[in-house]
T-cell receptor, first 114, second 113 residues
Framework: DVKVTQSSRYLVKRTGEKVFLECVQD?????MFWYRQDPGLGLRLIYFSYDVKMKEKGDIPEGYSVSREKKERFSLILESASTNQTSMYLCASSLPTDMNTEAFFGQGTRLTVV | GESVGLHLPTLSVQEGDNSIINCAYS??????FIWYKQESGKGPQFIID?????DKRQGQRVTVLLNKTVKHLSLQIAATQPGDSAVYFC????????????FGAGTRLAVHP
């Protein structure tokens, strides 16, 4: 079974904290993505990575950064958490760009910033 | 910017009926489309996909139709069951786009006995 695993299902953090969300995939996929999901807005792309140490901004990168030191792991970092970053965060992985295929998603991390 | 949207935010159907969920996309360069199902507390799960060189694709109880002329995508679920209750998302991407998926807002399907 293919798997994308996010380290936490639920997180509660305080405003101003630095927050790390971790994601691991076991499919040897080159592409990895971080989305946030908010009611009525669907899934919006924060950052993606197409190779180790490579990253590209998505549609809403402000307030976030990412790290990909190993192929299987993609971390999302909230430099200084704010209440408007309360959301569901979804990690995904997929095969390379020349083979358009579906992305596989993790179960999500519901982050609350208080 | 380019976006994918859905016509109906909520769809209620009777068990056993057929369901049709619609989606409009705006990026004419998109050439690959996916439908995802998301159940409560879970991440989105792949249902079916279609490439732009096709008009129709069938799976088990599901059919996706693509109309490139009007940039419209639909998901048909035959003999809808209670287990089909979920939020459904359409997503699009294009060749050379790193498989970045652009998602719509989602449609909630509620199946009533």
């Amino acid at each position: 079974d293919v798997k994308v695993t996010q380290s936490s299902r639920y997180l509660v953090k305080r405003t101003g904290e630095k927050v790390f969300l971790e994601c691991v995939q076991d499919m040897d996929h080159e592409n990895m993505f971080w989305y946030r999901q908010d009611p009525g807005l669907g899934l919006r792309l924060i950052y993606f990575s197409y190779d180790v140490k490579m990253k590209e901004k998505g549609d809403i990168p402000e307030g976030y950064s990412v790290s990909r030191e190993k192929k299987e792991r993609f971390s999302l970092i909230l430099e200084s958490a704010s209440t408007n970053q309360t959301s569901m965060y979804l990690c995904a992985s997929s095969l390379p760009t020349d083979m358009n295929t579906e992305a596989f998603f993790g179960q999500g991390t519901r982050l609350t910033v208080v | 910017g380019e976006s994918v949207g859905l016509h109906l935010p909520t769809l209620s159907v009777q068990e056993g009926d057929n369901s049709i969920i619609n989606c409009a996309y705006s990026n004419s360069a998109s050439d690959y489309f996916i439908w995802y199902k998301q159940e409560s507390g879970k991440g989105p799960q792949f249902i079916i996909d279609i490439r732009s060189n096709m008009d129709k694709r069938q799976g088990q109880r599901v059919t996706v139709l693509l109309n490139k002329t009007v940039k419209h995508l639909s998901l048909q679920i035959a003999a809808t069951q209670p287990g089909d209750s979920a939020v459904y998302f359409c997503a699009e991407t294009y060749s050379g786009g790193y498989n970045k998926l652009i998602f719509g807002a989602g449609t909630r399907l509620a199946v009533h006995p």
